[in-house]
């Protein structure tokens, strides 16, 4: 019986799938931003927050947005 989540790199070159890098390689070319709120709490009383921002993108079109 063979595996069905191992195939051959013929196959796997030959799928209609995206690669990985196709992905990483298109949302940095349209840039992504990822946010989100970290809140540290002890019995109902907030000791802590944190708000993130993550800009991922490419410098080339952050210059080009922003100018």
């Known amino acids: ?4 989540f ?4 013929a196959a796997a070159a030959r799928s209609d799938t995206p690669a990985l890098v196709d992905l990483v390689d298109r949302v ?3 840039g992504c931003v990822i946010e ?3 809140w540290l ?3 109902d009383v907030d000791l802590l927050y ?5 800009v991922l993108t490419t410098p080339e ?6 100018g």
């Open 1 to 4: 019986m063979s595996d069905p």
């Open 61 to 66: 079109r952050l210059s080009r947005s922003s």
């Open 50 to 54: 944190l708000g993130l921002k993550a």
């Open 41 to 43: 709490t002890v019995a």
């Open 6 to 9: 191992l195939i051959s790199p």
């Open 28 to 30: 940095l070319d349209r």
């Open 36 to 38: 989100g709120e970290l």
